[in-house]
C-alpha cells in the first residue's frame, strides 16, 4: 500500500530506486484521473491535455517548458497546468523525480464555482506555494490503490474550484450569452460517440446553432474544442486498455481512430509518450 503524503519530505513516502521507473494509475473516477510518475531525465515531450493538471512535487525537481519559459518546481509546491496548454516534463537532477499528479476535467471543476455561469479560473503562475491546496490534493492523492468516497470527491472539487479562483489573476472571459445546457448535450453527444467520426452538422443538430458558433460556446465552457474533447476522450479509453494490458494492435480501431499512426501521433501528442512507452512503464503494476 502506498503511505501517506508528508508536505515536509520525511520519511512517508516511498524513495525513488535509481534502477526504477513507473507510472501508477489510480481507479477511474468520473471527472478525474490521479496519477504517479517516477523517472529520469526528460521523460514528456511537449504535450498537451484537455484538463486541469494539478500536481504536487514529492521528490526531486520537477521541470517543464510551459507558455515559453523554463519552470522549476521543488517538493512542497503545486503545479497548476490549465487545458490545452503547451507543455513538456522532466526530472531536474540526476536523483530522479517523484510526483503525484490530478487530471481534473473542467466541466466538474465548473460544478465547484460559486456560479454555474462563472468563468473558468486561470492560474497565471504554473508553480505555487499554497499550503491549503496542497493538503487538498493531497487528500485525494495520498491513496492512489483506493476510490475516492464519493463525498470526498465533491468536497475536494469545490475546495480545489476556491482555492484556485482565489489565485486567477485573468480569468477566461465569459460570454454574454449563456449556451450552457447546449454545450453540455454537446459534451455528452461526444463522450456517447467517442468512437465513431462526429460530424459538424450533428453537432449543429444538438445545440441548435452554427458549428463556429459552437466552438467559441464550447471553448468558453470546457477550455477546448469539440474536436480535442472527442480525441482526449478516445485517447482516455485507449490508454485504459493499455493499463489492462490489451495488445497495441486494434486498440487504434476500437477506440476510434482511423489507423495505427493517427492513434501512436494523437497519443504523443496528448502524453508525451508513445503507446509502447507507456504500456512498458505501466506493465509492472498491472494486476
Known sequence: MTEAIEQDGEPGIERLCKTRERFIAAPASPGIERIEAQFFGNMFSPHRHDTYALGITMRGVQTFNYRGEYRASNPGNVIVLHPDELHDGGAGTDDGLQYRMLYLEPALLR????????????????????????????????????????????????????????????????SRYNASLQMEQVRAFLESNFDRPVLSHELEQVADMDRYRLIRHFRARFGTTPYRYLIMRRLQQARALITLGQPLAGIAVETGFSDQSHFNRHFRQAFGLTPGRWSELAAPHRH
Do not use: C, M, N, Y
Request: cysteine-free; aromatic content about 4%; overall charge negative.
Open 111 to 174: 460544478r465547484g464555482l460559486d456560479h454555474e455561469t462563472a468563468s473558468l479560473p486561470f492560474v497565471g503562475d504554473p508553480i505555487i506555494h499554497d499550503p491549503a491546496l496542497w493538503a487538498i490534493l493531497a487528500s485525494v492523492l495520498g491513496e492512489l490503490e483506493s476510490d475516492v468516497d464519493p463525498l470526498l470527491r465533491d468536497q475536494f472539487v469545490t475546495d480545489i474550484a476556491h482555492r484556485l479562483s482565489q489565485h486567477a489573476k485573468t480569468p477566461l472571459k465569459q
